[in-house]
C-alpha cells in the first residue's frame, strides 16, 4: 500500500494532524470472538507494541514489552494481572490488550487534541475530498515544511499469544479483552472480519484443497460471521471458536492458499433479494440436502432439497 501524506503543524515535537483527518466509528468490519471462558489464569505475551487499557476509564494500566511473560487471573469477581514490573489490580473490567503502531495527538476541527494510539477509526481526505478509512497495514507518514515524519512502528506483524488449553501458545492477530462473565475469566479476540477468516478457512477446509472451493469457503464464512455480528449486537462477543459458531484457530492456522482465497474474495458475499443469506456449511452431506423447512421452521428460497 503506498504512504499517506499529511500536512502537518510541529509544536514543541508534537504531531498534530489538522483537520483533514476525521475521527469516524468503529470500523464496521470488526468481529469479537470467545477464545477461552475458564477460571484458570491464562497466560499472554506479545511480539510488538501493546499495552494494557482499562476500559471503564480509558487509562493506560502497563505497556507490554516484546515477548514479558504476563498472566491475568480472578481475583473474586475482577481481574489481577502480574507482569515482570509487579502486579496491578484488582480491575472490574474488561481489560484490553491493545496494540498500538503510533502515537500522535489529532487537532479536531474544535481545536480539541485527541490522542490516539491507533489508527483504528481514522479517515483521511484526498486531493478529491473522497474520504479513505486508515488501515493497520498502511504505511503511514506526515510531512510538514521542514521534513517527512513516519508515523507507523515499521516493526511488522503484531500478534498476542496465549497459554489456554494446549500444551503451547497460539498467537492471534488483532487485540485480546479480558472480562469477568457468569463467574469465569473471559478472553475475547477482537479484529478486523477479512483477519479472522484467515484463521477459520483452514480449520473448517484442508488447505491443500482446489483454490475454487477454498474461495466458496471463504464466501460462506463470511456470510456466517457478518449475520452473527448483526444479530449479536450489543453484546460482548459476537462468535465462539469452536463448532458453535465456525472453528477458528487464529494465526497459526494460516496457509499461504487461504490467505490468498481470503483476499481473493475479500468483501464478496452472497445475498437474496438484498439480504444476507444463512449460508450453512457441514463436513459431508452425503450428496443429499433438504428443505429448509423440513429441518428448521423458515422455507427458504435457496436452501431445498437436492439429490
Known amino acids: 500500500m503506498g504512504k499517506f501524506v499529511f500536512i502537518l503543524l510541529?509544536?514543541?515535537?508534537?504531531?498534530?494532524?489538522?483537520?483533514?483527518?476525521?475521527?469516524?466509528?468503529?470500523?464496521?468490519?470488526?468481529?469479537r470472538v470467545v477464545l477461552a471462558r475458564q477460571a484458570a489464569p491464562v497466560s499472554f505475551k506479545v511480539n510488538?507494541?501493546?499495552?494494557l487499557v482499562n476500559q471503564l476509564t480509558g487509562k493506560v494500566i502497563a505497556k507490554i514489552g516484546k515477548d514479558e511473560s504476563w498472566q491475568v487471573k480472578l481475583e473474586g469477581s475482577?481481574?489481577?494481572?502480574?507482569?515482570?514490573?509487579?502486579?496491578?489490580?484488582p480491575y472490574g473490567g474488561p481489560v484490553?490488550?491493545?496494540?498500538?503502531?503510533?502515537?500522535?495527538?489529532?487537532?479536531?476541527?474544535?481545536k480539541e487534541v485527541v490522542e490516539k494510539n491507533s489508527v483504528e477509526g481514522l479517515a483521511v481526505l484526498g486531493a478529491g475530498g473522497k474520504a479513505v478509512t486508515l488501515s493497520e497495514n498502511a504505511d503511514?507518514?506526515?510531512?510538514?515544511?521542514?521534513e517527512q515524519k513516519t508515523l507507523t512502528s515499521g516493526k511488522g506483524l503484531s500478534l498476542v499469544s496465549l497459554l489456554l488449553d494446549g500444551p503451547g501458545y497460539r498467537r492471534y492477530r488483532g487485540d485480546v479483552e479480558f472480562r469477568v462473565e457468569n463467574g469465569s475469566l473471559t478472553a475475547i479476540n477482537i479484529l478486523n472480519i477479512e483477519d479472522y477468516l484467515r484463521g477459520v478457512v483452514p480449520a473448517e477446509m484442508p488447505a491443500a484443497w482446489p483454490a475454487e472451493a477454498l474461495k466458496a469457503q471463504a464466501v460462506v464464512a463470511r456470510n456466517y460471521a457478518l449475520q452473527k455480528v448483526e444479530a449479536t449486537r450489543g453484546l460482548s462477543y459476537n462468535l465462539t471458536s469452536d463448532q458453535f459458531s465456525q472453528v477458528y484457530r487464529g494465526?497459526?492456522?494460516?496457509?499461504?492458499?487461504?490467505?490468498q482465497a481470503v483476499e481473493a474474495t475479500r468483501g464478496v458475499?452472497?445475498?437474496?433479494?438484498?439480504?444476507?443469506?444463512?449460508?450453512?456449511?457441514?463436513?459431508?452431506?452425503?450428496?443429499?440436502?433438504?428443505n429448509s423447512e423440513d429441518v428448521w421452521i423458515n422455507p427458504l428460497p435457496y436452501i431445498k432439497h437436492k439429490k
Request: overall charge negative; cysteine-free; aromatic content about 8%.
Open 140 to 146: 503511514l507518514s506526515v510531512k510538514s515544511a521542514q
Open 48 to 51: 510488538n507494541d501493546y499495552q
Open 269 to 290: 458475499v452472497m445475498l437474496n433479494r438484498g439480504n444476507l443469506i444463512s449460508a450453512f456449511f457441514h463436513a459431508s452431506s452425503g450428496g443429499y440436502t433438504e
Open 96 to 110: 484490553v490488550l491493545q496494540n498500538y503502531k503510533i502515537h500522535i495527538n489529532i487537532l479536531a476541527g474544535n
Open 251 to 259: 494465526y497459526d492456522a494460516e496457509s499461504p492458499a487461504t490467505n
Open 78 to 89: 475482577q481481574l489481577q494481572f502480574k507482569g515482570p514490573g509487579g502486579s496491578y489490580g
Open 10 to 31: 510541529l509544536i514543541a515535537g508534537t504531531v498534530l494532524l489538522p483537520a483533514i483527518v476525521a475521527e469516524a466509528a468503529m470500523e464496521p468490519g470488526m468481529v
